[in-house]
């Protein structure tokens, strides 16, 4: 019965190897490195101009890499023309033909591998169905709104089988309730398809929520490539510690070393964390720890941890947000649930925060305050 | 969005009394050197000299001015034709990314749209006449031996005009591909097509409006043109304009020159209602 895509061979997996790519003296992406493995659903998660589109394009064939290679499987794709790669791309704004009806741009890109009407009427309505949109096949995209597009777009994208399917920012231009709504969506099909999608966004959470793994660039470098989790628990620098989920980052000085545990000295008292690279007492740090692993406890004499004082409780549905100043005027936030203890402490309360050792990162490199 | 849909943002922003009060020197202007003596003109044509049709019956029985007619369509046909073949690419060039290329093409289409067309009339009598700088250079290559006869041609009435059209062709297209997205064409590569497909499918049918309007504005404007084929034109070349500027300021039979006008006038209306036509419909393949 499943004939046609619902039954296809699976993705072929994507190798970027040291591939850069400058505009003057912009470096639009430098030095990628990069496997994806056949069938994954990897991010690329960046702020605006980290360079991810230009990844993209250059996947695609739109931009010739500067230096470096691109592996399809095992065929090298750095000089094949674009409408050779055989790798389907959906835009942005969905680059729909505004002139052709939806069953006229899904039959496209078979009519330019010549297969025939049968079977691509048959084709065509597959892809119609896994998108929902059977009753559409007669409008122009200017009669579908924004949502109804993205889906053609993407069954226009899946309609001839691609091995790999690049997706620059697909639900940017959706409202919030629709994105989540095709995130849940769009994995799922992801996973009956079992093609291999790259997919660029700048929304964290959209990341995590969809990806098998992720790659977070900045600046045009990769900075670190990791699965969802691994990313949440330990960025490796301070910038994806700050990019991904919310994060406290504060800034101190080691006072002492041992291995990768480590003491710093903080705004407010001593604190306790785990340095990825080995640090020296004397060394200025940050430390970053989670507002969910954040401990407060109402102020006593002699309790170990940072003292400061509450200023304002931040409701937020099922937890709760403090907001604790320490003496130095540096900010810290907390997360608790919203029917525990703390969350009734009222501003103004001294209250001291602590957090298991393990749980924080101590990154060097950084400026102590003054 | 398309150019209605920015002409509209400014819509309703000035109040019916002052807008009527600002065009009102310009109607009136027009009204006293343009709509009076042309609709007086017109109007001779029935009333003189007798109340009758009489005139049409003469323009349109006469096998000279139907000839005289039958060649300025023609012509301006052709005129379109060539300026179409020559100025796509022009148009396509100025539209590319990038900046030398666009630049360079763009001044060299809109420089010669600020030398009067008398000027470049006459400068293709300097290249093409009997002693012009073409038969010269044939000449004093050997390669001929008699000047070649391309002046007062139809020939050299359609290359002419074609040059001193060619940039009512190019702009309005150039518009056009400049408002297709580049996604567009990309999504046509990466969904397997090459140069040629994305031109036919997907270039193509987009800057179909520009070419509509460009075609109009070139015919029109080539029916009633009179300079060109007056100067690079012979008596066998005979064009409306022409015809109408003899029957004026030679024959002195100004009703009679009414009548050409009149029937000028109503082609020229008629083409540009039935090409808006044409137009309206493909507003509906007008791109986002
Ligand atoms: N065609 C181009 N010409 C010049 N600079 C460009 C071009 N494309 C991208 N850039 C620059 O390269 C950097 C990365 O851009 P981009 O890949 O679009 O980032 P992102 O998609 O992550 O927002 C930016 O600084 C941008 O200004
Ligand atoms: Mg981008």
Redesign the pocket.
Known sequence: MNRGIATRNSGLSVHIDGVSRR??R?T?VADVSLQVAAGEFLSLL?P????????LMMLAGFEQPDEGRLLVGDRDLTHVAPNKRGIAMVFQRYALFPHMTVAENIAFPLRTRGIGRAERDEKIRNALAMVKLDEYAARKPAELSGGQQQRVALARAIVFDPPVILMDEPLGALDKKLRQHMQVELKQLQRRLGATVIY?THDQEEALTMSDRVAV?NH?RLVQLGFPRELYDRPADPFVADFIGDMNLLPGTITAASGSACTIQLDGGLAFGIAPHPLVAGAAARVAIRPEHVVLSPARAGAPGLQGRLTQTVFNGGTTVILVELPGGTMLHASVGTRSEQAALQPGAPVVASWAPDQAIVFSGFAPPA | MTTTGRATAFRGQLSLPLTLLLIAPLVALLAWTFFLPIGRLLLTSVTEPTPSLDNYRRLLTEPLHLRVMLRTLLIAFGCTVSALLLGYPVAALMARPGRFWPKLTAICVLVPLWTSALVRSYAWIALIGRRGVINTALIDAGLIAQPLNMLYTSAAVLVGMTHILLPFMVLPIFSALLSLPADLPRAAANLGAGRVRTFLTIVLPLSLPGVFAGCLLVFVMALGFYITPALLGGPRTLMIATLISQQATEALDWPFAGAISTVLLLMSVGLTVAFRRVLRLDRVVAHD
């Open positions: 505009y003057g912009v639009a960046g605006s101009g980290s360079g991810k589109t230009t990844l660029v660039m045009g």
